[in-house]
């Protein structure tokens, strides 16, 4: 068992940053990739970025360029910096992980003002 909580969310302006944190504790030696998916007003839960262990990286075209993320081995965290936001990244963002089964988080919402 994986248990995940984020942490980081809130309310920006447009063109603004936030960075959002996903703490990993129980079966964490298991764990083989984490990542972020996001699901905004009336769309379907989508991808934003993926990192495994091994470091490798993968965004979605719509953020890349603007989201980093990176995987915090020491305190069993991942960390998505977000910058340049845009309205359209307004979504209840999910952290999951990938330990055989596919673990998530109970969401933090994002919501980028015009």
């Known amino acids: 068992q994986v248990q995940l909580v984020e942490s980081g969310g809130g309310l920006v302006q447009a063109g603004g940053s936030l960075t959002l944190s996903c703490a990993a504790s129980?079966?964490?030696?298991?764990?083989?990739?984490m990542g972020w998916h996001r699901q905004g007003p009336g769309k379907q839960r989508e991808l934003v970025a993926i990192?495994?262990?091994?470091?490798?990286?993968s965004y979605a075209d719509s953020v890349k360029g603007r989201f980093t993320i990176s995987w915090n081995n020491a305190k069993n965290t991942v960390v998505l910096q977000m910058i340049s936001l845009k309205p359209e990244d307004t979504a209840v963002y999910y952290c999951k992980a990938r330990a055989g089964l596919d673990y998530w988080g109970q969401g933090t919402q994002v919501t980028v003002s015009s």
């Open positions: 129980g079966s964490i030696f298991s764990i083989n990739a």
């Open positions: 990192i495994t262990k091994g470091g490798s990286t």
